[in-house]
C-alpha cells in the first residue's frame, strides 16, 4: 500500500513522519503514473524530502480529469431522505473545478450561502480506460482512494427535484459545482490498501460534533460495481473521479447547515482527514 500525495514542490509518498518527493520528469498525474510503467513508486528516486506538518497538499488529482458523483448509495442515508435505492449506479458529472485541497477553505457562494451542506464520502480514482467493463472487472481499473467531502446547496440543489422525482438536473448540478465544493484529499491511498471495503468507516464532524459515522457495509454498489457501471455510462479515463455516496447524518436533516467559520472533517480510517473551514464570500 503506498499513500501518494500531490504538494507545491511535486508528486510525493508517504515515508514515516516524512514526505519523499519524487523525481519525476514531466510531472505526470498520479493516477497516470500508477497507470504506466514506473507503476514501482517505490523504485522512483526522490529528489527532497518534506516534514508532513510542512508539506502544502493539494487536491491528489488535479482538474484537468472529470468527476461523477453518486447518490442514495449508503442505505442508511436513503432511509433518512424517504426514497428508494436506484436499481444501478448513475453518475452525475460535474465540473472538475469544484475540485479543492484537502486544507482549503469551503467558500460560501453569495447567491446561495444560506443552506450549504456537508456530505463526507470516499472517492475513487480511476487509474485505466476503460468502457463497457465486464461484471467483476471494476476493480482492476481504480487507482486508489481519497477522502472527499460532497459540498452542496441544498436550496438550489432542491429546485431540480418535485415529489422526490427528477425535473431539472441542471440545478443539481450547479447546487454541487460552486468553487471549492469538492475538498478532497489528502492522498490517494492505492487500491491493494483498500481491498476490504466493509473494513472503512466514514466520519464527518462540525466544529468537533460527530455528524456522520457510516460504514462502507452499508453501501448499496460496492467500488468495482461502481466503475464497472459508469463504464456503460461512459468511457472512463485516468484520474477521474468518482465519489460513492454518504452515510445518514447530512445536516439538511436537522437544519444543521454550514456557517462561516465552521470547521468540516471528514475522515475515512485507513485512507485519512480532511479539514476545511467555511468563509464566506469576499465582497
Known amino acids: 500500500m503506498l499513500q501518494l500525495f500531490r504538494t507545491t514542490q511535486g508528486i510525493a509518498r508517504a515515508d514515516g513522519e516524512e514526505l519523499a518527493v519524487l523525481d519525476i520528469s514531466g510531472r505526470p498525474s498520479i493516477a497516470q503514473l500508477l497507470a ?7 523504485g522512483i528516486p526522490v ?7 510542512d508539506a502544502v497538499l493539494r487536491a491528489p488529482v488535479d482538474s484537468a480529469g472529470r468527476m461523477f458523483l453518486l447518490g442514495l448509495n449508503y442505505r442508511s442515508h436513503i432511509k433518512e431522505v424517504g426514497l428508494q435505492a436506484p436499481p444501478r449506479p448513475i453518475g452525475l458529472p460535474i465540473p472538475s473545478t469544484a475540485l479543492s485541497g484537502p486544507f482549503a477553505p469551503i467558500v460560501l457562494p453569495p447567491e446561495a450561502p444560506n443552506h450549504v451542506d456537508y456530505e463526507g464520502e470516499i472517492a475513487i480514482v480511476v487509474g485505466r480506460p476503460c468502457h463497457a467493463l465486464s461484471q467483476g472487472s471494476g476493480w482492476d481499473h481504480i487507482a486508489g482512494m481519497c477522502v472527499a467531502n460532497d459540498v452542496s446547496a441544498r436550496d438550489i440543489q432542491h429546485q431540480g427535484t418535485r415529489d ?5 438536473i441542471a440545478a443539481i448540478v ?3 459545482s460552486f468553487s471549492s465544493f469538492k475538498p478532497l484529499g489528502p492522498c490517494i491511498v492505492t487500491a491493494d490498501g483498500v481491498r476490504d471495503q466493509g473494513a472503512l468507516t466514514v466520519v464527518t464532524r462540525v466544529n468537533g460534533d460527530q455528524r456522520q459515522h457510516g460504514s462502507t457495509d452499508d453501501m448499496v454498489f460496492g467500488f468495482g460495481e461502481i466503475v464497472e457501471a459508469l463504464s456503460h455510462q461512459t468511457e472512463l479515463h485516468c484520474g477521474d473521479v468518482i465519489l460513492t455516496g454518504t452515510p445518514a447524518g447530512v445536516g439538511e ?9 465552521d470547521v468540516v472533517e471528514v475522515d475515512v480510517a485507513g485512507i485519512g482527514t480532511i479539514r476545511n473551514q467555511v468563509t464566506a464570500a469576499r465582497p
Not at 504506466?36 to 517505490?42: F, G, N, R
Not at 527532497?48 to 506538518?53: P, Q
Not at 422526490?164 to 431539472?168: H, I, N, R, S, Y
Not at 436533516?253 to 467559520?261: W, Y
Request: proline fraction near 0%; charged fraction near 25%; charge should be positive.
Open 47 to 53: 529528489r527532497a524530502r518534506l516534514a508532513m506538518t
Open 174 to 176: 450547479r447546487a454541487k
Open 253 to 261: 436533516t436537522g437544519g444543521r447547515f454550514l456557517s462561516a467559520g
Open 36 to 42: 504506466d510503467t514506473l507503476a514501482d513508486v517505490s
Open 164 to 168: 422526490g422525482q427528477l425535473v431539472d
